[in-house]
């Protein structure tokens, strides 16, 4: 890695430290990735103790060893962590401490041929539903970055150019500005502008119309836009994805009528599919059908297994001045690829999302309308072909996108 480089990476995982977790003196730090992020982890660790952490703990996966588990494991142990796996969750809150984790696939080959009824029960729901909790109430301070590595960059380019990767990064998170964080701050002080418009106008649906797609998809009372810019339970703000080019909120799970078209591919991560030009057909609030170009028999399966997941848990609004399609490449990692345009979510909804929900039960949050799930896919459904407006209560409507320009204005 040239000179160049280390200077670009020590400044990403400042940024990752300084303003995507926004770590406090003497706080503790947990970073998750995969063993081919072992760079990252520990630049962004080295950041971190720069900034004052009193200790950085470092959880490692490896795909190959889960592609063994799924392949030999008993049937009645797929998807199942042990106490101890579990133990690190649970000690996050008591502990004040901070997550940071990593993305970017270095083997997205590695689960080709796996029977795909063995690889959906070998996700561990467990740990999800002990995790899931605690980020999406933002009970902890947390954020999930990019780690470019060379199985990342060779599934993109062919060759594995991590410097090319780098670069691309390096623009879509706004690295590569003379002040990162000066950028960082002005940047999110334009999407609490576009939020503080949304939530202003109290819209009852959110359409989208255009080449294959006809949406509605209705919102509830409770439904509140935020930015990826959250506050957590200890009053600490933290930036929950860097990159992020969206405003978003959850849909009433009742609400969705219509059918949608993909507008960009999208990596389903637990399935290691590539999922291209994916269709859905929607009543009554659920996918009633899919189909897609690539990949359709993993979302199908995900559709079919996954408790829930064929209500919607987010819709988001994303414009043409997007730093990631500035970057000009398909990174084949939601991380990334959701910021190229407008997007919905199907599975679980955020609490922050939703007034009140912070205070309710799961049970309940799904009675009042947020949907919950162990899972939460996005799709990017945006172009500058597809219009969307508000829609209030009466049905009219007020432009939002239009030629992927935001063009909503005060009421």
């Given at each position: ?165 780098w670069r691309a990064v390096a623009v879509a998170v706004r690295a ?236």
């Open positions: 890695m040239d000179e160049s480089l280390d200077a670009l990476v020590e400044a990403y995982a400042g940024l990752v430290v300084r303003v995507g977790v926004n770590l406090q003196p003497g706080q503790r730090l947990v970073v998750r990735g995969m063993v081919e992020h072992a760079p990252v982890a520990r630049a962004v660790a080295a950041a971190a103790y720069r900034a004052g952490a009193s200790h950085v703990t470092v959880l490692y996966v490896d795909q190959h060893l889960h592609r063994l588990a799924v392949e030999h494991a008993p049937q009645d142990r797929l998807g199942r962590s042990l106490p101890s796996e579990l133990a690190w969750v649970r000690a996050l809150r008591p502990d004040g401490a901070a997550l940071v984790t990593l993305t970017g696939n270095p083997n997205p080959d590695v689960m080709t041929g796996a029977d795909p009824a063995r690889l959906a029960a070998s996700v561990p729901r467990d740990l999800v539903r002990e995790l899931l909790p605690l980020l999406a109430a933002d009970q902890i301070r947390w954020t999930m970055v990019g780690a470019p590595n060379p199985g990342w960059a060779t599934s993109l380019f062919g060759e594995p150019d991590v410097a090319r990767l590569d500005e003379d002040d990162p964080v000066a950028a960082w701050r002005a940047h999110l002080a334009d999407l609490e502008a576009r939020r503080d418009l949304l939530d202003a106008r109290r819209f009852d649906a959110i359409r989208f119309r255009g080449p294959g797609t006809d949406l509605v998809v209705g919102l509830s009372p409770r439904s509140r836009w935020l930015t990826a810019g959250h506050t957590a339970a200890d009053g600490h703000g933290f930036v929950v994805n860097l990159p992020t080019e969206e405003v978003y909120t959850a849909p009433d799970w009742r609400r969705a009528e219509g059918t949608v078209r993909t507008t960009a591919p999208f990596y389903l991560a637990h399935m290691s599919t590539l999922v291209e030009g994916l269709s859905l057909e929607l009543s009554d609030g659920a996918i009633r059908a899919a189909h897609a170009d690539r990949g359709e028999a993993a979302v199908r399966r995900e559709l079919d297994t996954v408790p829930r997941a064929r209500h919607l848990g987010e819709v988001a609004i994303v414009d043409g001045s997007s730093r990631v399609r500035r970057a000009g490449l398909a990174f084949r990692d939601m991380l990334f690829d959701e910021n190229v345009g407008s997007h919905i979510a199907w599975g679980n909804g955020y609490p922050t999302t939703f007034a009140g929900a912070e205070d309710l039960d799961p049970d309940a949050r799904v009675a009042a309308g947020l949907n919950q799930a162990p899972t939460h896919v996005d799709v990017v459904v945006g172009s500058p072909e597809v219009e969307v407006d508000g829609l209030d209560a009466a049905g009219r409507a007020v432009p939002i996108l239009r030629g992927d320009a935001f063009v909503l204005v005060d009421a």
